[in-house]
């Protein structure tokens, strides 16, 4: 059965007449006629009662009907939906960020975003940079904003474009008496510190090992709102990213050199293109950091990488 044939079958029964069907379908009637009785050997029975000057629908006729209405009506609404989708009327995103980002990076380009393709559907997963790539790589995620390794190697399966170098500060309740703190300072008193799985942790513990002492902590396990309460509540400091910090309104203070850093990148699955909706995002979030290191919105010591890509 083929969608053509209910389209035909569909002119006859409304005008009742194998010509005019015909021409409405510009078609020519042998042509016509001829799928008809196709798709009737198909269905294995009559669809009309043929006599001349009176065409009629069968029994088979009247229950196919209104399926074919319906079957007709459904495909159209595919092409619809296709459509708007290529179109970006409509549409789905699914995007993963760390934490950190979604409280700093990711809403100002969501709502650039929302403002220029309101019918697309937006998803966020929050989560760890290792939980994100693997994400990307069941594709449960269209994109991810993801820390990138230390070391520099290439993520799996991934297409990767580092965006910013941004620097990692320290943040307190109380103002700062120096503008600039050495990483051994971090031994002085007990942290606030991020649960096990933030890229957060891992940063500041290497950091703290490499100058040749273990934190203590203050208190651990928070996410990104409770680390932030418990700074302000003058339960210790933590080490937090530049553009956070910048928001807080907590006392900041930067680390000298080499000072402490980390390299956000934006991924997607390396054999799968995006969607079309998932690349109109990924533009969006490029032309805002563009714009925002023109305008000088990007806070201090966090640094463009664009465009460099690794596979």
Do not use: W
């Amino acid at each position: 059965m083929q969608l053509q044939q209910l389209r035909y079958f569909l002119a006859v029964a409304e005008t009742r007449h194998f010509t005019r069907a015909a021409e409405a379908e510009h078609v020519a009637q042998p042509s016509l006629s001829q799928q008809i009785r196709a798709l009737e050997r198909e269905l294995g029975a009559e669809l009309f009662h043929r006599t001349r000057g009176n065409i009629a629908l069968t029994d088979a006729g009247d229950a196919l009907l209104p399926l074919a209405r319906r079957i007709l009506a459904d495909t159209e609404s595919a092409r619809l939906a296709v459509q708007e989708t290529v179109q970006l009327r409509r549409g789905r995103v699914r995007l993963g960020a760390p934490p950190s980002l979604c409280t700093s990076l990711v809403p100002d380009v969501l709502r650039v975003f929302r403002d220029r393709y309101p019918g697309v559907a937006l998803m966020v997963r929050e989560g760890g940079s290792r939980d994100l790539v693997r994400s990307l790589a069941a594709g449960e995620l269209d994109l991810a904003l993801i820390i990138t390794p230390p070391s520099g190697e290439a993520v799996p399966a991934l297409a990767v474009t580092e965006l910013l170098h941004e620097e990692l500060v320290l943040v307190t309740a109380e103002p700062v008496a120096r503008r600039k703190v050495r990483v051994a300072e971090l031994g002085k008193r007990p942290l606030v510190m991020f649960r096990e799985g933030y890229d957060l942790r891992e940063a500041t513990l290497a950091a703290c090992r490499a100058a040749g002492f273990e934190p203590e902590f203050a208190v651990e396990g928070g996410e990104m709102d409770a680390v932030l309460g418990f700074v302000r509540a003058g339960l210790g400091p933590a080490v937090l990213p530049g553009m956070v910090a910048d928001r807080s309104g907590l006392a900041v203070a930067h680390f000298a050199g080499p000072g402490l850093g980390r390299t956000i990148a934006v991924a997607h699955g390396h054999e799968v293109p995006p969607t079309r909706a998932a690349e109109a995002l990924r533009a969006t979030l490029l032309a805002h950091l563009r714009d925002a290191a023109r305008t000088g919105g990007l806070p201090p010591g966090t640094r463009l990488l664009l465009d460099r890509t690794r596979p």
